[in-house]
């Protein structure tokens, strides 16, 4: 690391959270031609990635921890290795349906993580939180899973739990709570699935007819992937040019959906039979008997 260190930075991204967010602001910085990049965070974490994504090292300054570096290794420092190894990723959640991945995806604060929380309680596994990572095998595409534990804001444990503390925080320094995926109030689906349908979620709406589930044209489902992968604002000319084509085969492969919620809370439960119920009409059938999934 210390060696990368020593090479010339060009930085490559600045992106400043808004005011009054929580998260740290964030710089991607290339070191020498190429031979490394360093992310760091306005809080004095820091990392430094090799440039095959094959070696990472952290630092972080107290009173941060080991916890808190962690954090970001198992968001966006991950999300980030994936993209340099030319791994597609969707910016979703995934849970399991029928043995399938079913994927939520949308911009950050849009329910991906809400959504997939919401099945699990009702029985169905979560393969993947945030970043879905995408391997395609002939003419099937599958879901990789993640971390096992679902990353939620307050308000969110509140309208799943009934109040704000119910879950444990990430870390003393971090606003968001995790469900822990270990099986006793949800379940955590360790295998690869095959893709089954993706759902992408749009802003929240108080129209009487939400929530809905929405069709979409090949052109709109493309149009929505490329705007949901994970840290697209990374690649190259190349790798976007691979990961376009790459999308265009999802699209004539998988269904693709829009989803709009309902603005208030209360509504997660129809939302839910709602996914359930469209998933079922478009996911092959299962020998066995569907997990219970009471809304």
Known sequence: MRALLTLPGRILSRRSEAPGSPDP??????????????????????????????????????????DDMATYFLGPVLGFVLRRRNITCLHASAVDI?????CFC?????????????????????????IVA??????????????????LWPESVSMLFGRADALPQITPAWEKHYLELDGMRAKFSQAK???GV?????????????????KLSPREALLGLVQNTYMNWVLGRDQRANEFEILCRLVQ??????????????????????????????????????PPSHC
Do not use: M
């Not at 992310?39 to 080991?66: K, N, Q």
């Not at 029928?98 to 079913?102: Q, Y």
């Not at 991906?112 to 699990?120: D, E, G, N, Q």
């Not at 129809?270 to 079922?280: G, N, P, S, V």
């Open 106 to 130: 949308g911009e950050a604060g849009y329910g991906k993580s809400t959504t997939a929380a919401a099945l699990a309680l009702r029985g169905h596994p979560v393969l993947a939180e945030d």
């Open 193 to 195: 699935l095959p893709l």
């Open 198 to 214: 993706v759902y992408l979620i749009a802003p929240r709406s108080s129209e009487e007819n939400t929530p809905r589930v929405e």
């Open 98 to 102: 029928r043995g399938r991945a079913v």
């Open 253 to 290: 492969q998988i269904p693709v959906r829009r989803i709009i919620p309902h603005a208030k809370p209360e509504k997660i439960g129809r939302l839910c039979e709602l996914i359930l119920q469209d998933a079922a009409s478009v996911l092959p059938p299962t020998s066995g008997a569907p």
């Open 134 to 151: 995408l391997e395609e095998s002939g003419v099937e595409f599958r879901a990789v899973p993640g971390y096992p534990r679902v990353c």
């Open 25 to 66: 602001s964030f710089v991607l910085t290339q070191l020498g031609e190429a031979a490394g990049f360093q992310l760091s965070y306005s809080d004095g974490t820091r990392f430094v990635v090799d440039a095959a994504a094959d070696h990472v090292w952290g630092t972080y300054e107290p009173p941060l921890t080991a």
